[in-house]
């Protein structure tokens, strides 16, 4: 039998491209003889769209973008009470969302599909809402007693308000450099280095188009190394890797369009530095009750110190994408990769039936 998967892909967020990218390239991985692929689209107006069964991989994300003429409601995704043979035919058995951002690595689509008791890959609810937050993140990581860098955060309606005060907060806790990102999106899509007070200001314009919320971290001298990590309860690292981009940073080109910035695998580092790293990356996950999959990325200073920067609760899986190639170094080919985060999806599930919800 065949496991009947959806992929849940696009969606209302400033990454929708990333989210297709990945979709893309998920389903040229999958293997046909073991999945029925059933993709489900969200464009950018928030409407799903279910596309017809894929039979084979498709050459682009063109082919991915339906059209709305066949909208569904999410609600459709789950079977009904009482199924019919024609529903129980049509139901899914894991849906794999393949968002980035806003309304889908947030926990939001998440908290559907737990509503709809299916099973999902990935983390949960809290793990994927604490995650997407970099604020939230940082403050559970100083909990769990994590080294990071020093950073602060404001909200839109403060900034308006006190903006003096809030540039002299970050000239005096952080200094130059530091970095502004909007708290809540990935892809380092409206992040901005500073090096002085106007373009201090530049970039809580910027980053404040995209949230309501933003981050302001010290600038550290480090190279950036990333793990992956991999399982439920019991999670696994892959090998470290490094990123060397060309640019001061590694910013939303550098990730998706030029592909020129330098990936490293593994990392050129020592086994105690990796040690750390890895006991980090589960501590992390552990903090933030992670399941299935994260990205685990760090700073590691000439000094040897080794600082968290941040999780990533939903890697891209595109052809510049770390966390597939970490696993791929590791000994874990992208198809088997797939095969192992269904599994996870399924085992959380099939966990989470045995819990007792009456007296």
């Not at 003096?164 to 530091?178: F, N, S, T």
């Not at 170094?329 to 996870?344: A, H, M, Q, S």
Request: glycine share 6%; with cysteine; aromatic share 8%.
């Amino acid at each position: 039998m065949k496991t009947k998967l959806g992929l849940l892909y696009g969606g209302k967020s400033a990454e929708h491209k990333v989210s297709l990218q990945t979709a893309l390239a998920v389903i040229r991985a999958l293997d046909l003889e073991k999945f029925e692929i059933h993709p489900i689209y969200i464009n950018v107006e928030g409407q799903w769209v279910k596309g017809p069964q894929l039979n084979a991989p498709v050459q682009n994300v063109q082919a991915l973008e339906f059209s709305a003429s066949t909208q569904v409601s999410p609600l459709a995704l789950a079977p009904s009470l009482f199924q019919t043979e024609k529903q129980e035919k049509e139901s899914l058995d894991v849906i794999f969302p393949l968002l980035h951002g806003p309304n889908g690595e947030d926990g939001t689509v998440q908290g559907l599909l737990e509503l709809l008791n299916l099973p999902y890959v990935g983390n949960g609810v809290l793990a994927s809402a604490a995650g997407m937050d970099k604020v939230i993140m940082k403050n559970i990581f100083a909990q769990a007693g994590l080294a990071q860098v020093n950073y602060v955060a404001f909200t839109k309606s403060e900034w308006e308000i006190t903006k003096v005060e809030i540039y002299k907060k970050v000239e005096e806790e952080l200094g130059y450099p530091c970095f502004v990102k909007p708290a809540n999106l990935g892809s380092s899509v409206g992040i901005s280095k500073c090096r002085n007070l106007s373009e201090l200001e530049a970039a809580f314009a910027e980053a404040f188009q995209y949230d309501r919320k933003v981050i302001i971290e010290e600038g550290v001298t480090a190279r950036e190394i990333e793990v992956g990590v991999l399982g439920n309860d019991h999670p696994e690292c892959s090998v470290a890797g490094e990123i060397v981009p060309k640019k001061d940073f590694y910013d939303y080109k550098a990730k998706y369009e030029d592909g020129e910035t330098a990936l490293m695998i593994p990392a050129d580092i020592s086994e105690d530095e990796y040690r750390e790293i890895k006991e980090s990356a589960i501590r992390a996950f552990k903090a933030l009750d992670c399941s299935g999959l994260v990205r685990a990325d760090f700073f590691l200073t000439k000094d040897g110190k080794v600082l968290i920067n941040e999780v990533n609760t939903m890697p891209g899986f595109t052809p510049f994408s770390m966390f597939p190639l970490l696993w791929k170094e590791t000994g874990v080919e992208y198809p088997k990769l797939i095969e192992r985060l269904v599994n996870l999806a399924i085992e959380r599930h099939t966990e989470k039936q045995k819990i007792k919800y009456t007296i």
